[in-house]
């Protein structure tokens, strides 16, 4: 997998997975999150969970771009612990694990990163994102005319 590009596409997102003839779900983290604590509370959660099982590899894209009330997280991590050693899981964020206790309850990042390290990889892409080089460029431009 290539590094992905600051604030672009992930590569994550693309069909390199159904292209290699993997089942592939793509999740925005606020979409997935909402389903799951919907499917808790009528104690339809489970069922969920068997249905995503038909994926190989599912993609939660953006994870931490707004703060989780303890419902939602609990729900992904009752997700997280379904899917270890059962399937693939990806997660996309702008914080490092080390910060996800601002996410997430604390006790529930911890016990989250530990499953998804144990037989995971981690991709840290650093510098500055692809959208505020791009804004830099067009306000520079816009001040020189």
């Not at 997102?13 to 799951?36: F, H, I, M, N, P």
């Not at 309850?105 to 991709?123: P, S």
């Amino acid at each position: 997998m290539k590094p992905k590009p600051s604030g672009q596409e992930p590569p994550c997102r693309s069909d390199s997975g159904r292209r290699q003839g993997y089942r592939t779900r793509v999740y925005g983290a606020g979409e997935l999150l909402q389903d799951l604590r919907k499917a808790r509370s009528l104690i339809r959660l489970n069922e969920v969970f068997l249905k995503l099982d038909r994926y190989r590899v599912i993609v939660i894209d953006d994870l931490g771009y707004v703060k989780r009330d303890n419902a939602e997280t609990g729900a992904l991590l009752e997700l997280i612990a379904h899917r270890y050693e059962r399937g693939s899981l990806i997660i996309t964020s702008n914080h490092p694990f080390s910060t996800w206790g601002s996410i997430v309850d604390e006790t529930m990042a911890v016990a989250a990163a530990a499953r998804l390290i144990h037989h995971g990889y981690l991709f840290e892409v650093t510098g500055e994102s692809y959208r505020k080089k791009t804004s830099k460029a067009v306000t520079q431009q816009s001040v020189k005319q």
